[in-house]
């Protein structure tokens, strides 16, 4: 019998000490998810009760509302050109720091400064300026040979506002790919020069394969991010996602829809599609990591 | 050995070259908030301002609506104090519980944990507005702050990681001396984790300052605005004359955060090496 006592208080100590996230889970998460995919099949306008329309917002965002599939298009842009640069980046930066230097813990600082003071408002407000008609971007332009561009003219252009202040947050992924790096057994390279290995052959055959499953991760991560990018398109276009919808994000179009239409049944059926999209998204990377994924078998 | 010197030379102008790149960005926000704000754009591909004024600074402090900028730092100070203890304390208890104890669904919850780091917020956005607006902590701190008292996932994570790295004979020795689970956590496990506690205040600090979103939402009174809304204000008023103010104010509520960034850099960089925080 006390056994079966202490057995209980395990498990009450256990659940006691977890109890902040199993709470904070159940209000803040999974009732607010199966919420608002229950809101999704209404009307709501926060002010009197939601109403019942079956499947009348999805068929409305599908067949609807033009507005909502330039916003879709305008995140896949963002997400898949702005993601893979980032990465490229990140990877060219992190070979290039992956060295004994003394100078090398200073470039490292100064490139990842940039993701640290990268999500505030300060930094949005100097982007929108950088790339004013008369902003340094466009200068630089000139000094090269091109023509200045007229970036809260042109949609197309906009967006590139949006990708390259995600671009120049590489910092993040550049550290977790120098820890990677870090982790390859130097014996590798030194077997693999023995061999007659150059290089590129050492590039290719050591380092990315034993990197595959730090870029899984970051890609899943910073994916997963790019979808819910929201303070530089609120700032850079002053909330309205302009011009011609160029820079609305679908978090943008989605806190619009709820927060400044309130139409709450419609935002939530929006956010169920971009969980559902996230998920797939996910998914998919994962069931391709297998053929692209190397994972060491342990050895003692 | 010259074209060793060579490579390293041009190794070290590609290295520093993007460097300085990377950060002429904010140089050149910081050097236009001493210009002239008509001068601003004329002279926009010279960093050196001429004259150098302080006028941006004195201006941009006044505020807007007779709110000087010191009410906001204050109101986002309180923001990140607040939040940031929630976050630590409680991320602290339930990582213990997850890496030291034994308990059925341990791995169940752990795993629902990680699921969580996944998920787009927005999904939730609107009935957690709904359940705020119906529990009437509408235009008040209290949606931004109460939900850090609950764990964030990703310092969970991070002091699980550290945990684990700690030898469990300690606790082991410490139940035998008959020490109860809460004083083997508040005792002998907080004091070794501090370093990842840290580490977990500092991004705490980070995104609680830099957050609009939860302000946008939950704060209606300018005079209980953050500085990320006070910037927005002076956004929304934009006009020639107020750029250097913009400019100027833009650079104050960075210093706060540069100032945590070089003294705590060492934290920083293990904390998104170590668990991929986002930095």
Redesign the interface.
Known sequence: MPMRFAAWKNQLTGYAFISPFLLGFLIFTAFPIAASLYLSFTDYDLFTAPSWVGFEQYERMFAGDPKFWRSLRVTFLYVFVGVPLRLTFALLIALLLNRASRAVGLYRTVYYLPSIIGGSVAVSIMWRNLYGDEGIINLALNLIGLESVRWFADPAAALWMLITLSVWQFGSSMLIFLAGLKNIPPSLYEAASVDGANPLQRFFRITMPLLTPVILFNTIMQTIAAFMTFIPAYIISKGEGGPLDGTLLYSLYLFRQAFVFYDMGYASAMAWILLLIVALLTALVFATSKYWVFYETKED | MTGKRLRRAA??F???G??FL?????I??FM?SFKPSELI??T??KLIPDPWIWDNYVTGWKGIGGLHFGIFIKNSLVLVVLATIGAVL?SA??A???AR??????KF?FA??MM?L??????????????F?KLGWLNSIKPIVV?A???A?FF?FLMIQFIRSIPSELDEAATIDGCG?FRL?WQIIVPLIMPAMATAAIFSF??R??D??GP??YLNRPSSYP??MA??M???AETISN?GA??AM??V??IP??IV?FLF?RQ??EG???S????
């Open positions: 190794y070290h590609l290295a520093a993007g460097a990377m950060v002429y960005p904010v050149w926000l236009s754009f004329v926009a591909g409680s208890l339930v213990f519980g997850f104890l034994k308990f059925k669904g341990n919850w629902v944990m969580t996944m998920l787009p917020f927005e999904v939730a956005l609107v009935p957690q507005y709904i359940l607006a939900p008292y609950f764990g996932p969970i689970k956590f980070y995104w300052w830099e609009l979103l946008l939402l500085v990320s910037l927005k002076y956004l929304d750029w913009m400019f833009s650079v509520s960075l955060v540069l960034f850099q920083i960089v998104i090496s170590t991929g925080l986002k930095g």
